[in-house]
């Protein structure tokens, strides 16, 4: 019997198929690890000697002790949203419309062209952290914006064709319908229950353990009770927090562990899989809220949306999260990296 | 510079970016049309002559005067919901869980192994939107099911790979939260506007008419201001309507008509691109409801979601609506067809 199971954070309704349920394994993609990029690809924007030429300009870099960048913000060449300008509204006829003012930043993880978030050595992790947070802090004082996006795409399906390891940033001058509506769950959530949902969440995974994929000091990795699709994981702080913004320096070491450690499980574990990630977070100009949480979702694409999806909003997920937990805990990880992580 | 629209149906802010704009034309495809599939193909389910073997028990069928099928609707063979069992639900520590009841039905849309929406004479379509009509009648009546989403795939980036043409109906228990938010916001539009949103929306349209892409007695084709992504286009019907249900015999014909002149306009103008269609209307227990109106939303898989659509909800449309109406306008359909439809 297929199971539909609620996700009380947002009060989506997930459809856990079990009549058409694969296999964990079944989702390993053709051997992608096995296809060796180059170090330097020498007509990549992002690699090293082409910062002037063919990135857009830099924003900020974090730096080595010879003052080589280890990894840059730049402006993206070709912004969705505009920089310049101010918040002009205007209707026309019933509709409304509104300068597409914002930011929309490219991070380079790595002077490397071939590494990816699974490759990385822990420290160079911190440091894409460590510039998450500081352009976080940069583009949450400018007034306009309302709501900052930081995402990753890996891989065509997951949509890029820039094989050069980035991340993007995204900063909008509206809160999204998508974020108000989880604030708004949320929120009902605390007025019933006293509590904050992840919170409350969180609680029960660790407690029962079956859709534990890692943990650490100050984060858990998870596979959702109400997964919409195989191997969606989100990472969560064990410190009740709801902007990213104050992510400690204690927590960006652990944060960086953890994201290795899954991505590294996710990895070896299905083949180099194409992948999204995006790190969910308040709206800036609200203050600490007691009853949202910030947290990391990985989804690698396994699956595609179809008629359904976009009929209903509803997912179909052909794999048990409990299933696809116990796979990724059972991942055998290299033992240098290992070494260097754990 | 970028310019941010919002769709006042759903209340999602649509970046249409004009940076990264590409010209209508530019979203053609490589010339899938010219891909010959026969006519039958024997290891297909759907084709006639594998009604026992390899399809679902048949649940209907219209026929033609001889008695063969024209368009049949069978019992998907691996279903995402069960046909069998009652509306038992559970709590499992914070979690809830259902039994995964409903309908899982496919509309074997023809005989031929070789068709698609746009190549149909038009009395084929006729059948298949009877069908739709008939299957959405009688499920209605199954006190179980709360909502029920048509909807169709053709091509594997829409999500399948069976080449024979078929829709699908789901039938879900619960009404999903994506349709209960549709309804809140056209709620509201209509407490304070006194008027149905997608009525307002039609108005505006038909009067300025660079969004339209084709009209007729009953409907009207049109890309909406806030498209979320190239091409996406509505049909609605001009008689205020929410449950697709409802629709008249003479819809029908209507309905058939303008269908199959967008598919066509998308085909030629395209170069036959992935897509998929579905039937937005209300849940099954509401009576008619003056603030919501029935409408098929039509999707070519054109552009890829990635990190920010999936962090953000919003989209980033790569193209104006404008344009892509008018592009659409001025595809030149063949003759034979054209006498057939026009």
């Known amino acids: ?81 505009s920089s310049e300008g101010g918040l002009e509204a205007a209707d026309r006829g019933v509709y409304h419309t509104m300068n597409g003012v914002g930011a929309h930043e490219v991070i380079i993880e790595s002077r490397a062209h071939n590494l990816t978030t699974a490759l990385y050595d822990i420290c160079q992790l911190e440091k894409i952290v460590e510039m998450y947070k500081a352009r976080y802090l940069e583009l949450s004082r400018d007034h306009r914006l309302a709501q900052i996006t930081i995402f990753k795409n890996h891989g065509e399906s997951a949509g890029t064709s820039l094989e050069h390891p980035h991340s993007q940033i995204v900063a909008t001058p509206i809160v999204p319908k998508h974020i108000s509506d989880r604030l708004r769950s949320a929120r009902d ?83 180099n899989p194409d992948f999204n990630y995006c790190i969910r977070t308040s709206p800036v100009a609200e203050g600490e809220m007691e009853y949202f949480h910030w947290y990391t979702a990985i989804v690698p694409r396994l699956s595609k949306p179809a008629g359904f999806e976009m009929g209903s909003g509803m997912w179909i997920n052909t794999s048990l999260p409990e299933h696809c937990a116990e796979f990724l805990r059972k991942v055998e990880l290299p033992a240098l990296q290992s070494s260097v992580i754990w």
Chains 1, 2 share one sequence.
């Not at 029960?204 to 650490?216: C, D, G, M, P």
Request: charge should be negative.
């Open 189 to 271: 959530f605390h007025d019933e229950h006293s509590q904050c949902v992840y919170c409350a969440m969180m609680a029960e995974e660790l407690k029962s353990a079956e859709r534990v994929v890692a943990e650490n000091d100050c984060f858990a990795a998870l596979e959702p009770y109400a997964s919409f699709s195989p191997f969606h994981t989100w990472i969560i702080p064990k410190t009740h927090r709801s902007s990213f913004g104050g992510i400690s320096a204690g927590e960006i070491k652990s944060f960086a562990a953890i994201l290795k450690e899954t991505m590294a499980r996710l990895y070896y574990g299905l083949g």
């Open 1 to 81: 019997m297929p199971e539909l199971r609620l996700n009380i954070a947002t009060n989506d309704w997930v459809i856990i198929s079990t009549e058409r349920a694969k296999r964990p394994d079944e989702f390993r993609t053709a051997e992608k690890e096995d296809r060796h990029l180059p170090p330097y690809h020498e007509t990549c924007p992002f690699c090293s000697g082409m910062e002037a030429e063919k990135a857009g300009g830099e924003i900020a870099s974090l730096n080595d002790d010879d003052g080589r960048w280890l990894v840059r913000s730049v402006h993206n060449k070709y912004p969705a949203l």
